[in-house]
């Protein structure tokens, strides 16, 4: 994998995007208000401090050399958080994260490192899926609306990080801030049912217990936080970065 | 729909007047009572408008990341739980479910429990899931009642139409 190649580009197309989106957010804020008195919704602008924000994009940034090849504490953070498990059915479990060892064939350089929906800001399963079901939220979040999922896994095809999968069995016993049942794609969904009430992803939680900080998560549009602070200044690359996805998820000192 | 409805003007019109289920005529569900503060909207509000109200809060919540909404199907069950005479939660597999009662008897299916959960966190729904219990039906109309009906045609005369007439009612 070749270096940086996206990261200039990335950058000018980042803010004429985030003017177009914050123009967007306005729009959308003036439309929802008369629906919101109709169904005689009693929040105030300050209740809603935890809504999906048009000037926000979250991200991760996984420094590989930091990630132990021997721990799989992310992985295992996320089943735990959403309720989803190893069911002894390897073809059509579940994973919604999931530990991948690289090995450069020429040096012999192994790696570890967890892979999951990377987020991308031009996301092909939202572009394949015909029922709308696939999106991506305002603050770059990409989600499954399984309200409106009939299933057809178009969006598990066109993932080129096989982020996606499909329930295949019944499901009782789920979270009920993490629902999910027979029929329907899923996958990562940066927690955001977390992150909607200020709280960062299980797995990057996970991670920094462990001591081995290998996962950095934050706003990748706010030039001052840790996660745009490193992208800046240290080398970073998108995972099949020729499809120029951008995606919200980059990888270091692989 | 609008068959519904109207019956639903009916019945939920008179149980407004205080008379829910309990006059024993078996025309009112049997409405679990909930537990903490009540809408402020009132019952007969909740009752029309729960169906609306929950897709609408659902998009609110999946889409903009809304979280702080009027109907969070989530919390439903904070307030709603219902235990059986075992003691035991009732799922929504279970006929005694707070939106089973009403639902079984107005012909609703929905299909949000595939995924959502249909008791407050942390109790263990595998074990629950097993059995079901049909909802509490008033006597003679349960699922016994077909035969209990043919038991009692035949237990009349061939010959007298009169007799027949009346058993049918």
Redesign the interface.
Known sequence: MSCDRSDKPERGAELSRRDLLRSGAAV?TLT?AP?VTL?????SPA??A???DAGKRWGLLIDVSRCDPDCDACVTACQVENGWKDEGNPETDAQWIRKVTLKNRDTGRKVSMPVMCQHCEKPPCVDVCPTGAS?K?V?GIV?V???ICIGCRYCMMACPFKARSFIHE????????A??????VESCTLC??R???GRIPACVEACEATGNRAIIFGDLKDPNSEISKRVAEYSSIALRADLDLNPGVRYSNL | MARILLILTLVFGMAGAGTAGEDGSGLWPDIPKATGEPHP?GNEWWRKNHP??LL???DLT?????????ASL?SCFECHAVKDEAGNYA?YENGQNFCRVCHDFVAVKVDCF????ST??GV???AL?AFTTPPAMPKGRGPDSIIAYLERLERVPLASADAGTEAGQ
Not at chain 1, 39 to 43: I, K, N
Request: aromatic share 4%.
């Open positions: 959308a929802l629906g169904m005689a919704f009693g929040g209740d809603a935890g809504r999906a999106f939220r603050d989600l609306d399984k309200h019944k499901h009782v016993n789920q979270k009920s801030w629902p999910r049942g027979k029929g329907t955001v049912h992150v909607d009430t | 909207e609306k109200l609408h809060d659902r999946m889409r903009q990341g809304e979280r702080q909404v009027q989530k799922t595939m995924c959502h959960r407050p966190d263990d729904e595998s899931e």
